[in-house]
């Protein structure tokens, strides 16, 4: 079936430490992003790619660096520049010329810092 | 720049009965889609609804029925005959119809069905 594999389902993070989470489809999507999810400020974009070997920053893109080699991978790296990276994050990913259709989620990954 | 409101952090609703959930949003834009997304306790996010703007006549999904008042710009989502399974985070959400494609949503709200 196709969908969108994230992983690590949860992740735990030390201080001063740089960790990546996996967003993986296989829906031949063209589109891929990045959100963060906390209590009480609903998603907001970290970044986002529409074609492969380009990416643009969404709205709190610091802290965070991504890559897209693929057309079927789209990891996020949390580096040790984000302060405050306790979060949920959800990969989604959507044809670009099938707006309508909405996106399609992860699962997530819960990423705790210790 | 577009923003997304959702004024309700938690509503309740009685198993069977009639909820109302509101969605403003703020463009200048003229073509557009709005989505309303369904987040229950597993996370996992749920596609409930959608709505292009340039149709006038309101989305209907089963149960899930929009109230889409574009010079209002208001997008309420109407949930008939609650079920217990429909408790979750219910989120509004906005796209361009051209360009990035990026969502905004909203911050979502709570519903709570009581037995």
């Known amino acids: 079936d196709g969908g969108i594999t994230q992983s690590p389902k949860y992740l735990f993070r030390k201080e001063g430490q740089n960790v990546t989470l996996s967003c993986e489809q296989n829906l031949n999507h063209d589109a891929m992003y990045w959100y963060r999810q906390d209590p009480g400020q609903g998603l907001r974009l970290i970044y986002y790619s529409q074609i492969v070997n380009d990416f643009q920053k969404g709205d709190i893109a610091e802290g965070y660096s991504v890559s897209r080699e693929k057309k079927e991978s789209f990891p996020l790296t949390v580096t040790s520049a984000q302060k405050n990276p306790t979060a949920f994050y959800l990969c989604a990913s959507n044809y670009q010329r099938a707006i309508s259709d909405g996106y399609t989620f992860g699962s997530g990954t819960r990423l705790t810092v210790v | 720049a577009q923003t997304v409101t959702q004024s309700q952090p938690e509503m309740s609703v009685q198993e069977a009965e009639t909820v109302t959930l509101s969605c403003t949003y703020d463009t200048s834009e003229s073509d557009y889609y709005l989505f309303w997304y369904k987040q229950p306790p597993s996370r996992q996010m749920i596609l409930v609804i959608r709505?292009?703007?340039?149709?006038?006549q309101n989305a209907t999904e089963n149960r899930f029925s929009v109230n889409f008042q574009k010079a209002a710009k208001s997008f309420s989502l109407k949930i008939s005959d609650s079920q217990l399974g429909d408790a979750a985070m219910y989120f509004c959400?906005?796209?361009?119809?051209?360009?990035?494609?990026?969502?905004?949503f909203g911050t979502g709200t709570r519903l709570k069905v009581l037995a």
């Open positions: 959400a906005y796209s361009l119809g051209r360009g990035t494609y990026k969502y905004i």
């Open positions: 709505q292009e703007a340039y149709k006038q």
